[in-house]
Each structure stands twice: as structure tokens, then as C-alpha cells.
């Protein structure tokens, strides 16, 4: 069946850093992929998405793209601040419509 | 923000008691989903609804039951709470299938 596989973390990175967080998928068909979100003590919230191969998504300064080739959709950002501490979630949507979640990947930004 | 109430936000309970999380939107979504959170598994899916009356179940629907009786409500139980059954539960709507979720604030359950 389709899934998603995070990088491990925590992830700890000093203020400006660059930062990579990987995901990988397997999936049948042309799955939409996504990244959410989750800030301590709230729900999850999208933070961009990607619904064909090639696209890219952006959103706060953080980039993904959708490479088919390699069935991956990491997560970039070139400048990372302590306000993007947060458990960040790599997410597919395939034939089914509903959404798989990878494990989680906890972010920790230090001043 | 999405219009998405979870309640209660905290419940602790002893095993064997019945337990029910209510999740209610004002956003006229049409898709309803429960999630449960739980550390080294992400978030997976228990059970969602497509519309009133119209449920199935998710990746880990075992001891739980959910209704939806009318669009705004979507109601998941635990007909006999287990201490496995500890963990986050979060609401989630969206207005397509394959679209962005909006998620609740999520209920912090424990079972003792």
C-alpha cells in the first residue's frame, strides 16, 4: 500500500541555517504530495503542496519539489528562525484520497 | 482559521468506560476525518465520513465507532476504553477529497 517515510529526527540547527528535512513515498499512480505543519500544542496546518511531477511548493520560505523520479519530496528551507521549531509532517494523497502521513520529523531551531 | 471545535481537550478515564469525542465544524465541509497521533507513527487514520450517515474506516478503526448525523458533527467512541487507546486524537475537515485538510486543536486522551 502507499506510504511515506520521514527522516528521524530531532533536528537541531543554529538560527540561519539551511535546512533539509527528506521524504520519500511509494505509491501506485500520480499521488498529490504535501507538507504540514504542527507548532507545539496545535493541530496540524498545510504548509504547501505539490500535485503533479516536477511542481514545485512554496510557502513561508520553505520549498519542496514533487521529483517522481527518485519518489521523493524534501523539504527545504535556506534560512531557518527559532519560530519554525515545529514537528514537521510529509504526506501523500493517492488513489484512495485519503491523506498518509509520514512519522514526523521534530524540528528545533536555537538562537 | 478553519471553523473546526474538538471537545472535550483533555480526558482522563479508567479502562472498560465508554468514551466519546465530538468534533464539530462551521464550514459546511462536506469530508470528516479522525486521526490519532501517537509518538513514532505520525498521525493515522481511524475512521472519516463523506457525508451524513456515510462513514468507513481507516487504517486502525479496531474499538472504535464514529456517526455523523448531521454535516456539522462527526462523533468517534470508544465503546470500551483501553490503555492503548491513550493518545491524541485530532479532527480534520475538508471541502474536496484529495484536498488540504484543516485540522482541530486535538483531544489529549487518557486511558488508565
Known amino acids: 500500500g502507499d506510504s511515506v517515510t520521514q527522516m528521524e529526527g530531532p533536528v537541531t540547527l543554529s538560527e540561519e541555517a539551511f535546512l533539509t528535512i527528506n521524504c520519500t513515498y511509494t505509491?501506485?499512480?500520480?499521488?498529490?504530495l504535501f507538507w504540514y505543519v504542527q507548532y507545539p500544542g496545535e493541530g496540524l496546518q498545510l504548509l504547501l503542496k505539490?500535485?503533479?511531477?516536477?511542481d514545485k511548493g512554496s510557502n513561508k520560505g520553505f520549498e519542496a519539489t514533487y521529483r517522481k523520479e527518485t519518489t521523493s519530496f524534501h523539504l527545504e528551507k535556506g534560512s531557518v528562525q527559532v519560530s519554525d521549531s515545529a514537528v514537521y509532517f510529509c504526506a501523500l494523497s493517492g488513489n484512495t484520497g485519503k491523506l498518509i502521513f509520514g512519522q514526523g520529523t521534530t524540528l528545533q531551531v536555537k538562537p | 482559521d478553519a471553523g473546526i471545535t474538538q471537545s472535550p481537550r483533555h480526558k482522563v478515564t479508567e479502562t472498560g468506560t465508554p468514551v466519546t469525542l465530538r468534533c464539530h465544524q462551521t464550514e459546511n465541509h462536506r469530508y470528516m476525518y479522525w486521526y490519532r497521533q501517537d509518538p513514532g507513527h505520525g498521525l493515522r487514520l481511524i475512521h472519516y465520513s463523506y457525508g451524513v450517515k456515510d462513514t468507513d474506516k481507516g487504517e486502525v478503526s479496531d474499538g472504535y465507532s464514529v456517526s455523523r448525523s448531521k454535516t456539522e458533527d462527526f462523533l468517534l467512541t470508544l465503546e470500551s476504553a483501553t490503555s492503548s487507546q491513550t493518545s491524541v486524537y485530532f479532527c480534520?475537515?475538508?471541502?474536496?477529497?484529495?484536498?488540504?485538510?484543516?485540522f482541530g486543536s486535538g483531544t489529549q486522551l487518557s486511558v488508565l
Open positions: 505539490a500535485t503533479k511531477a516536477d
Open positions: 480534520a475537515i475538508s471541502e474536496l477529497e484529495r484536498e488540504k485538510l484543516f
Open positions: 505509491a501506485t499512480g500520480y499521488p498529490s
